[in-house]
């Protein structure tokens, strides 16, 4: 019988390799795969290029990541959050490369990625330096910029409740992007709030069905990100 399930965040991410694009969900705690960010960096795993909504808070979850240097590339729609001092840091250092991409447009390329849809025109960018050298073309009397699917080899995600199987459902937020990161990567790893027994979640409320799911692991106390960052902690734990 297929079981997806293992047994720690460190054995989940254990092939993600230097170089590689990596996922990350987010929009919120609700979707901060924050165990699985931190086993990513006990691993070691350099040279990243990582697509998320934003970089992270304060020094744990992504912000950490960022510190650790193992992020080479962050493409995403917000570098810059009220408690997002990380990124910023680097990235006028000159020690850390952005692809700034506006919110609407990077989940259409997230999911065009998963669609298989090479590219796509939207006027998200249109007469702003972020059309710069990209391809445009008049729809309708309308200016579009042509945009490039993303893809993925690894999607680090968090969902509220997951089964041997991979079918995953979410809490609130976290349906932003986890849903469609899992589509657009090669292999797409979970943290699950809770493990439900085969037939334990009822079909129609599945968001993400198991074939897109390649490993699931079981964190039913998850850090609580906002108050380690009130608290100044700092990961590696110091």
Sequence with gaps: MINKIV?????????????AIVMISGFGEAGSPIELIHALIDLGAKNL????????????????????RQVKKM??????????????DLYRKGEIELELVPQGTLAERIR???AGIPAFYTPASVNTPLADGKETRMFNSQLYVMEHAIKADFALVKCKTAD???????NKT???FG????TAADITIVQALAIAEPGGIDPE???TPGIFVKRVVEIQHPADESKLVQENRRYPWQ
């Design 7 to 19: 047994n720690s965040p460190a054995e989940a991410v254990r092939d993600i390799f230097d170089g």
């Design 112 to 114: 065009a990625g998963g």
């Design 75 to 88: 493409i995403c729609s917000f570098p810059r959050t009220a408690n997002s001092t990380v990124f910023p």
């Design 179 to 182: 849903p469609i990161m899992c």
């Design 49 to 68: 290029t990582v697509v998320s909504n934003n970089t992270g808070s304060g020094n744990v979850g992504l912000a950490a990541l960022i510190e650790n």
């Design 164 to 170: 041997r199987y991979g079918n995953l459902v979410y």
């Design 174 to 176: 976290a349906r932003n």
């Design 205 to 207: 409320n599945v968001i």
